[in-house]
């Protein structure tokens, strides 16, 4: 028996394989070849048609569909990115583009939400402000896009988009509703204050169903599709950053996940709803939670991570690949000789209470800085903005003694991950999964294939586990004085 795991991200979508038995990886496919368009505007949008991600699904299980038998395919998990917004009308067709995760337009809609709830309410309720999440997206188009919000019907997630898609059904999840802003921590139930302060209709909020669990059958047309049995359980759904928690095994209070692909993110497990006075750092429903056994993530986010080391390689080195940019960066000494990189160019910065300040390279001496410097600089730029919100983190009573991570994207680089290790003062440990992988074991726990948690993760294999380099930590504790000074002034 197989379980198919679907990985909505804003730069490809990936669809994996997994062979329930063995919980090896068989097949795995990432479209497209290049990264997908992200359509901006004006200053600060971001968007992308859920078409798109609909079109790439479907190829990537055409691809595995060559080789594999896909009447095998037991179940299915869906993960995503988080906070999109998409509109549905009445026939099930997408209203407008999604405003994606990294959309900054509606800001100024969840400040303003913020004072007409009240500072206390927000904190105590939904252990964020309303900020730039997925309610007040909506609210943002209800306000500026009349006439596209009067024919919205429902309004999801792109996980749930794709689970309609795959099912005929829509549904979304109380992390889902975390994710938007629409879930009341402390009375445990959808925040209809919220949809209210905005004047959106309850009836646009979709049910809920476990994320963990059977959430809805995939259909006939499905089948008639792709090939996968009409009936087919989709039985796991959670946004990118959960599931790579869950990937990763981080699912009981204290355990702590990391991610660096386009955005950067850390992500602890607590069992206390604890929210930061400035939402900082954003608390939502973590997949494992339950009324008797609460979990909720505590999740720092950095969007400009990932995407500033691409441009940089893009602009500076394009005839490297990201091996050579790595190998090229280590050649600078620790701390960049001064050189400093703010690398918050993507897009309102929540860890800076939503300002948008632009990335920043400062410190050149033209007499004696090179490439390398400025490529170290880069890496180490990133991992001072994962150390500045650890240490928010830390406050609300999180201790990063070991951060978990897939060996992908900026956790490729020997560099980044030494240097990030030293500055937590954490033991990183990197294992052998992706974001698709785990949604897709995800699947076949929720269907019933793997009775326990330690049998769903009894394949996951440990590759290394990084120390603090103590031998760095004066060199990186200057130089992350300095990026603080040089943060301040933006």
Known sequence: MKSLGIDVGSSSVKVSLLDIGSGKCVASSANPRTEMPIRADAPGFAEQSPLMWWEYVCEGIRK??????????GCIGITYQMHGLVCLDRNGNPVRDSIIWCDSRA????????????????????????????????????????????????FLLPGDYIAYR??????????GLSEQILWDFKEERRADFVADCFGIPSGMIPDTVPAIGIQAYTDAATERLLGIPEGTPVSYRAGDQPNNAFSLNVLDPGEIAATGGTSGVVYG?????????????????HVSHKKQAPRYGILLCINGTGI?????????????DYAGI???????PVGSDGVCVLPFGNGA?????????????????????????????????????????????????LKPDVIRAGNA?????????????????????????????????????GAGFYKSREETFASLVKMETIEPRHEDMAALEDGYGRWKRQQLTF
């Not at 595995?64 to 395919?73: K, S, Y």
């Not at 497990?269 to 429903?285: C, G, I, K, Q, W």
């Not at 080391?309 to 005839?319: C, D, L």
């Open 269 to 285: 497990v607590t069992d206390v709803p604890e929210a930061d006075s400035l939402s900082r750092v954003n608390t939502f429903v």
């Open 326 to 332: 790595n190998a090229l960066a280590a050649t600078a």
């Open 166 to 175: 795959l099912t005929g059904d829509i549904h979304t999840t109380e992390t």
């Open 107 to 154: 800001v100024e809609t969840g400040r303003s939400a913020m004072e007409a709830i009240g500072r206390e309410k927000c904190l105590e309720h939904l252990l964020n402000s309303p900020g730039n999440f997925t309610a007040s997206k909506l609210a943002w188009v209800k306000a500026n896009e009349p006439d596209k919000f009067d024919a919205t019907d429902r």
């Open 409 to 445: 994207n900026l956790f490729l680089s020997p560099l980044f991950r030494q240097t990030l290790s030293t500055l937590a003062g954490a033991k990183i440990e990197l294992y052998d999964t992706d974001g698709a992988l785990g949604a897709a074991r995800g699947a076949a726990l």
């Open 308 to 320: 500033m080391n691409a441009w940089v390689r893009r602009n500076f080195a394009p005839s490297l």
């Open 349 to 397: 910065e929540r860890v800076l209470e939503n300002r948008v300040t632009g990335a920043a390279i400062s410190g050149l001496d033209l007499n004696r800085h090179s490439l390398p410097h400025v490529l170290r600089a880069v890496q180490e730029g990133i991992a001072y903005s994962f150390r500045y919100g650890i240490d928010i983190m830390k406050g609300m009573g």
């Open 64 to 73: 595995i569909g060559a080789e594999h038998d896909l009447r095998e395919v």
